[in-house]
């Protein structure tokens, strides 16, 4: 039937067009489908619907090869362009919109459409279309055609063709997340340091036990960080990224997955890696021994004192192989908790106090060396990047709720600003990043056959020998969660 006989029987004549009017009307008072339509407009201007149609999908391109006896491979490029077709009319008077004349309803919709008089130059953008069934959308009319033949009276048929839009996107400066979260852990260093100052002040006057117990203090704390830099793990990663194909032994031990680990230079030797990592145990070494010299004068030189710490744990970081090890590292050294001082004496509370004050010091010394490790993690999916967040965060929100118990508003307002630093950094790393999948087969094949099948590139079955953790590369498991894509 054509389109002209489909106004044909709608309308009919002129009292034909009342009578449908009034029936479409009480089709909208209606229940279940016909309630749920809309009265159709675009940009405000009413118009009568007889049909509509709407095409979506998603943009793909397949990949079909010679002699593939298999289904081919289509790559997913994105949302395919939403396009509505609308067939209608408008017709004068009507007694479900109004509308008045029809000739001024063209071209009132008409002008709409165009964005002004003929010959505009400006372009009147996106629009806003009322669909009977799909609501408020913007849309582009890329075409609209008119129509009226004599049998029909007072009915304008018309055609839309309305393209759905979205807004217009800019590139954006990508804002230094990692600048920001080593400026906050900064300013959580100085803003411990002055609570520091001001809460041993008055118990340093209790005499030399006092200086004593900062001394022990420290000896205790640096007997923990003595026991890291000898962990057994710590010492194994530094010599993983040596280059070589011994898979997760080797040249994969750094931040990441293999795919995306920094490896030691070709001319590393393991002679090599070890005497570097003997150096940074000097250095570590060195740095306890400058805090040691410092506690013994933490009563009248605060400053050194923290910077001594500070240096400790930058040095312990320093040691390790990968940022990963490295906040494994500093997270171990956060439960360190002195022995507590018993008695109830002026020198005893005196000595609390100063135990209590360098342990807070030495803690957030440490939180902050953490949140500034994590600024060269390199997440491996968007769930590994959530998870660092969480974990980090949960440290630092235990620091937040001491320092807001103990009054310490200066602490409490540094750790805010750098959780939420180390918030925006892992967001803004891990954004991008692909999902965990779990991959489920028949039998177990080969990392470099399901490389090749899940991804495409056989060159990433070290990145899946990683992630799934299996006996041998040749026999991956069943079901391993590994990158969706």
Same mark, same amino acid.
């Given at each position: ?127 806003? %279309? ?6 408020? %959308? ?103 990224? %040596? ?37 940074? /145990? ?81 803690? /957030? ?16 999916? &968007? ?5 660092? /967040? ?57 990392? %470099?056959?399901? &490389? ?34």
């Amino acid at each position: 039937m054509s389109f002209s006989a489909q106004v044909g029987n709608a309308v009919g004549s002129i009292g034909g067009v009342a009578k449908a009017a009034s029936d479409l009307a009480n089709l909208f008072s209606g229940s279940g489908y016909w309630s749920q339509l809309r009265p159709a407009s675009y940009n405000g201007i009413p118009f009568a619907v007889l049909s509509e149609t709407g095409r979506f999908g998603r943009r793909s391109i397949v990949h079909e090869y010679p002699n593939k006896e298999t289904m081919p491979w289509i790559e997913d490029l994105g949302l395919q362009t939403n396009v509505f077709r609308i067939s209608g009319f408008l017709v004068e008077n009507s007694l479900v919109y109004g509308g008045g004349p029809v000739l001024d309803q063209r071209d009132r919709l008409l002008k709409a459409i165009q964005g002004g008089a003929t010959g505009s130059t400006k372009a009147p953008g996106l629009g806003t %279309l009322v669909h009977p069934t799909y609501g408020t %959308l913007k849309t582009n009319c890329m075409e609209v055609e008119f129509g009226t033949s004599w049998d029909r009276g007072r009915v304008v048929e018309v055609r839309f063709v309305f393209i759905r839009g979205g807004d217009r996107l800019y590139p954006q400066a990508k804002k230094p997340t990692a600048s920001a979260v080593t400026t906050a852990a900064a300013t959580v260093n100085s803003s411990s340091l002055l609570s520091f100052a001001k809460r041993i002040a008055s118990a340093v006057s209790a005499g030399a036990q006092v200086i004593q117990a900062a001394v022990s203090t420290v000896v205790g704390w640096y007997q923990a960080v003595t026991t890291l830099i000898h962990d057994v793990k710590r010492f194994w990663n530094s010599i993983s990224t %040596l280059a070589g194909n011994f898979g997760r032994l080797f040249g994969g031990g750094n931040s990441g997955y293999a795919g995306e680990n920094q490896k030691a230079a070709g001319t590393a030797t393991p002679a090599s890696l070890i005497s570097a990592d003997t150096a940074n /145990r000097a250095a570590v070494a060195n740095a306890g021994s400058a805090l040691s010299a410092a506690a013994a004068n933490v009563g009248t030189d605060q400053a050194t004192f923290a910077s001594a710490a500070q240096r400790v744990v930058t040095a312990l970081a320093g040691s390790a192989s990968s940022p990963s090890d490295a906040i494994r590292l500093l997270t171990s050294l956060l439960l360190y908790a002195p022995a507590p001082i018993v008695g109830a004496s002026q020198v005893a509370l005196a000595q609390a106090t100063m135990q209590a004050c360098c342990a807070d010091l030495f803690r /957030r010394a440490t939180v902050a060396q953490i949140a500034v490790s994590a600024t060269a993690y390199q997440p491996t999916s &968007a769930d590994d990047a959530s998870g660092m /967040r969480d974990s980090i965060t949960a440290l630092l929100d235990s620091e937040i709720t001491i320092a807001a118990n103990q009054g310490e508003d200066g602490v409490y307002s540094a750790l805010r600003s750098l959780r939420q630093a180390v918030v925006e950094d892992l967001d803004a790393r891990g954004s991008g990043l692909a999902a965990i999948a779990t991959f489920s087969f028949g039998n177990t094949l080969p990392a %470099l056959t399901l &490389a090749n099948r899940l991804y495409r590139d056989a060159s990433r079955s070290d990145e899946l020998v990683s992630q799934a953790n299996p006996i041998h590369p040749a026999f991956m498991p069943v079901s391993f969660s590994a990158l969706s894509n």
